[in-house]
């Protein structure tokens, strides 16, 4: 039996395609609910540790092109490149010097619009990060403002405020950063007397912009069009939820078991203002000037999947990643509940669910699915963490969760390497560790380095293949090559065949679109659905109990582990069913 929840369709039906994506981008605008990022499986770079062809250690803009017909092979439509700007990289990127140049270390613009061409050729769309919340310190107008007098143009860009205190010692406010320590810096002035402080919701070294400076909105409009005229396909936008901050910059104290980016509290007074609608607004308006359906997608950590919803109404931004399912535990309930919330808030919006499970900030789900404790967001975990998880246990939750997750209408997610089932490193030497938030925390949080390590492609050579050299900037693991592209593609079994199935019968079957109900009769401990498609229909079954399952009648499409009458725990099939 089955119970119909009122889970909306927010797109068009569409026919049933090949398993490989087009052969090139197609630029010609979609129907109105039928544009590509309404269902597209995006799939995230992080440029530093995804293959390197200069051999210096760190990945780069050339290792990404010589690698997409793996990504083309894989059957993702879009890649969203972490940051590759100039930047002196005190936070792997996000610190960014020159918003519209490649940073050497990654390459040169001819090489990313080499890039550009080559995925457009292979029918993979281009999504570029963007980190509008602050710069470096190293920015041109960091500079000028430090150079330049309290009131003054220069410093009106930037969040700059007078201390308390007798003699302003004391910072404007008691702000945390996201990385440990105040969040504010005090500088010293031209004629060498400490003077105003600035505000750094992240690292020291990134001070964050003044978003009320009509200067910052039109530099910023400048910044769009710059890639946007270069034909990128849209922007993932870092801390889309930071811009703007509480009038009076009000005393607050976090929840110290909370999630450092915000998504466990309300009413943070620098995050999730009203006044960023209004910037995203803009940019609508700017980015619908463009052909091609080019898109914004919000890293807004927020309490509720109602307030995310907030930022795809249909005059912003277009996409909003589902940071309540990525957080969302192994728990049957939890995920159904997550799911339904999801699919009623946005489409209430009139915009598509996103789904993800992994990305460059949170433990990666092979690790985190099977953790015994909970482990705020950004934390990390390390060789001294309690209770570390058993890897067999998180493997095959995570090759479950996937399987559940790719089956969902919407858009997907994918993190570099989770399509290898790679863990979480845990035993990076603490000096080889590089995350500010082990530094500002003098070593009590790890940190994010475990999910950043560099991919294996081919076991045995150097850096598993990463490069040539041997050369890599985070240290792999002992056994890194077990998870090697090479030796996956070979294993009928393996992570990587699965997501390629997964992704083939995905496109097949046109999952992104449709409908979802629930279908009951299977237990407290059991995800039941049945998806319908113009294609047809699927019903999903994920055991998250202990005892096995008795399936349905039917053909197995596809089961995240090999499946024979009964469905064992953690693993998740799909049926077609009489």
């Given amino acids: 039996m089955s119970s119909q929840t009122d889970l909306a369709d927010t797109t068009a039906p569409a026919a049933a395609t090949d398993a490989a994506p087009a052969a090139s981008a197609d630029r010609t605008p979609a129907a109105a609910g039928s544009e590509w990022w309404r269902t597209a499986v995006i799939y995230q770079i992080y440029p530093r540790s995804f293959a390197d062809a200069s051999g210096d250690g760190v990945g780069d803009l050339p290792g990404i092109t010589a690698r997409l017909d793996d990504l083309r092979t894989l059957g993702v439509d879009a890649v969203w490149l972490s940051p590759f700007y100039r930047s002196p990289q005190k936070d792997a990127g996000y610190d960014v010097t020159d918003y519209c140049d490649v940073d050497p270390l990654f390459g040169t613009l001819a090489d990313f619009d080499a890039l550009l061409a080559a995925a457009h050729e292979r029918g993979i769309r281009v999504i570029v990060d963007l980190v509008p919340n602050h710069s470096s310190d190293q920015h041109v107008w960091f500079r000028e403002a430090l150079a330049a007098a309290p009131g003054s143009r220069e410093r009106a860009r930037y969040m700059f405020r007078d201390g308390k205190g007798e003699n302003g010692e004391l910072p404007p406010n008691n702000w945390e950063s996201v990385f440990g320590g105040s969040m504010w810096e005090r500088v010293i002035e031209a004629d060498g007397t400490p003077g105003q402080w600035y505000l750094h919701i992240f690292d020291v070294s990134q001070p964050d912009f003044d978003w009320t400076n009509e200067e910052v909105r039109e530099e910023f409009r400048r910044v769009l069009r710059f890639w946007l005229d270069r034909g990128v396909d849209g922007?993932?936008?870092?801390?889309?939820?930071?811009?703007?901050?509480?009038?009076g910059l009000p005393d607050y104290t976090p929840d110290p078991s909370g999630g450092s980016m915000g998504g466990d509290e309300h009413d943070v007074p620098y995050w999730g203002q009203p006044g960023v609608h209004e910037i995203y607004r803009d940019w609508r308006t700017l980015i619908e000037e463009y052909d091609g359906d080019r898109a914004l997608c919000a890293e807004a950590w927020l309490p509720t999947i109602a307030e995310i919803a907030l930022w795809v109404r249909p005059d912003e931004m277009h996409q909003a990643f589902n940071f309540g399912y990525l957080m969302t535990t192994w728990d049957a309930a939890a995920l159904r509940d997550v799911v339904t919330e999801s699919l009623r808030e946005f489409s209430g919006v009139g915009a598509p669910s996103t789904w993800v499970l992994s990305n460059h900030d949170v433990i990666r789900h092979a690790t985190r699915l099977a953790l015994n404790a909970d482990i705020p967001q950004g934390d990390g975990i390390g060789p001294?963490?309690?209770?570390?998880?058993?890897?067999?246990?998180?493997?095959?939750?995570?090759?479950a969760a996937s399987t559940l997750m790719l089956a969902l209408p919407g858009s997907a997610y994918l993190y570099q390497g989770e399509e290898l089932g790679l863990p979480e490193v845990i035993d990076i030497p603490d000096d080889a560790r590089q995350d500010p938030t082990w530094f500002r925390t003098d070593h009590e949080r790890y940190g994010r380095d475990g999910c950043r390590v560099p991919l294996p492609w081919t076991a045995g050579a150097p850096a598993q293949g990463f490069n040539d050299t041997g050369a890599s900037w985070l240290p792999q693991p002992a056994g890194w090559g077990a998870f090697a592209r090479a030796t996956e593609a070979a294993d009928a079994d393996s992570t990587l065949n699965l997501y390629r199935a997964l992704l083939?019968?995905?496109?097949?079957?046109?999952?992104?679109?449709?409908?979802?109900?629930?279908?009951?009769?299977?237990?407290?401990?059991?995800?039941?659905?049945?998806?319908?498609?113009?294609a047809g229909e699927l019903t999903v079954i994920a055991n998250l109990g202990a005892e096995p399952v008795t399936l349905p009648a039917g053909r197995v499409v596809i089961g995240s582990i090999p499946v024979e009458g009964s469905l064992p725990t953690d693993a998740t099939v799909w049926i077609e069913t009489a």
């Avoid at 001294?384 to 090759?399: E, F, H, Y």
């Avoid at 992104?512 to 039941?528: K, P, S």
């Fill in 235 to 247: 922007f993932r936008v870092d801390v889309a939820h930071g811009l703007i901050k509480a009038d």
């Fill in 384 to 399: 001294k963490t309690p209770d570390l998880p058993d890897p067999a246990v998180g493997l095959r939750r995570a090759r």
């Fill in 504 to 534: 083939a019968e995905r496109r097949a079957r046109a999952l992104g679109t449709g409908t979802l109900e629930w279908v009951d009769g299977y237990g407290d401990e059991v995800v039941a659905l049945r998806r319908t498609t113009a």
